[in-house]
């Protein structure tokens, strides 16, 4: 007789056998090592969460917001005036700070938290304004009322700049340039103490920020709980801006 006939037939009333722990361990390691790839993709090629250390961008943007970066669209779709955007320092803008010494636990636990996500660790590093100059644009400052003109266009801001009482335009800081390919000139909104653009030009790259530097479009406020909601670009402000090769005349 064979080991088949004579292995006792299974009692479908009787209980199976437990599976060991072991399996029950390698399928939780296999879904957070799922969930853990997905979040770094998502986090390189997709969105990354920042939170912003300044008040460069009131009442736009608040200290301690923490925002949404879109990373993918723009990759298709370009930029535009009025884009708000996360960049690397080009060099130079950012005051030389130490870094505090921390645990090497606390160094892994952030880095993972950064992976998925969770953590914005490199928040300091960056910087985040205003897009006011694509590249060809001819941007100056000021007009007799203040305002910026983009390719010969003055251009109303008051719907995203941070006035005090009583101020029609920002304090003067005169600049004229023609944005140069493969770069952006961007400002603060808070333009009274943000160092942009203008307060760069003696920088090796004259204020122009480097469009392989930017991270992407800020576009969500995700926290404080109060403020959550979408970032607005107003890209209404530039709609009659032209072409940088269609600029009027200069009278």
Same mark, same amino acid.
């Given at each position: 007789?064979?080991?088949?006939?004579?292995?006792?037939?299974?009692?479908?009333?009787?209980?199976?056998?437990?599976?060991?722990?072991?399996?029950?361990?390698?399928?939780?390691?296999?879904?957070?090592?799922?969930?853990?790839?997905?979040?770094?993709?998502?986090?390189?090629?997709?969105?990354?969460?920042?939170?912003?250390?300044?008040?460069?961008?009131?009442?736009?943007? =608040?200290?301690?917001?923490?925002?949404?970066?879109?990373?993918?669209?723009?990759?298709?779709?370009?930029?535009?005036?009025?884009?708000?955007?996360?960049?690397?320092?080009?060099?130079?803008?950012?005051?030389?700070?130490?870094?505090?010494?921390?645990?090497?636990?606390?160094?892994?636990?952030?880095?993972?938290?950064?992976?998925?996500?969770?953590?914005?660790?490199?928040?300091?590093?960056?910087?985040?304004?205003?897009?006011?100059?694509?590249?060809?644009?001819?941007?100056?400052?000021?007009?007799?009322?203040?305002?910026?003109?983009?390719?010969?266009?003055?251009?109303?801001?008051?719907?995203?700049?941070?006035?005090?009482?009583?101020?029609?335009?920002?304090?003067?800081?005169?600049?004229?340039?023609?944005?140069?390919?493969?770069?952006?000139?961007?400002?603060?909104?808070?333009?009274?103490?943000?160092?942009?653009?203008?307060?760069? =030009?003696?920088?090796?790259?004259?204020?122009?920020?480097?469009?392989?530097?930017?991270?992407?479009?800020?576009?969500?406020?995700?926290?404080?709980?109060?403020?959550?909601?979408?970032?607005?670009?107003?890209?209404?402000?530039?709609?009659?801006?032209?072409?940088?090769?269609?600029?009027?005349?200069?009278?």
């Amino acid at each position: 007789m064979t080991a088949e006939q004579t292995a006792p037939p299974h009692d479908p009333g009787e209980p199976r056998r437990r599976r060991g722990l072991w399996p029950f361990v390698r399928d939780v390691l296999i879904i957070v090592l799922i969930a853990v790839v997905v979040s770094f993709l998502v986090k390189t090629f997709v969105v990354r969460s920042f939170y912003i250390p300044s008040g460069s961008m009131q009442q736009t943007l =608040q200290i301690e917001d923490r925002i949404l970066v879109d990373e993918l669209t723009p990759r298709f779709g370009g930029y535009e005036r009025g884009d708000i955007v996360v960049f690397r320092d080009p060099g130079g803008w950012l005051p030389a700070t130490p870094e505090p010494e921390r645990s090497a636990v606390a160094e892994a636990f952030d880095w993972a938290m950064s992976v998925v996500g969770l953590s914005a660790p490199d928040s300091k590093d960056h910087l985040i304004k205003r897009i006011v100059g694509l590249p060809g644009d001819h941007v100056v400052c000021c007009n007799v009322l203040g305002q910026l003109t983009v390719n010969g266009v003055p251009v109303d801001e008051a719907p995203y700049l941070n006035l005090l009482a009583g101020e029609s335009a920002p304090e003067r800081v005169e600049f004229d340039v023609v944005v140069p390919e493969g770069t952006l000139w961007v400002l603060g909104d808070n333009r009274d103490h943000s160092r942009d653009s203008r307060y760069n =030009q003696e920088q090796p790259g004259k204020g122009f920020v480097p469009l392989d530097n930017v991270v992407g479009r800020a576009f969500l406020i995700t926290w404080p709980f109060e403020r959550v909601g979408l970032i607005d670009s107003h890209h209404d402000v530039f709609v009659g801006v032209p072409d940088p090769e269609q600029e009027p005349a200069a009278p």
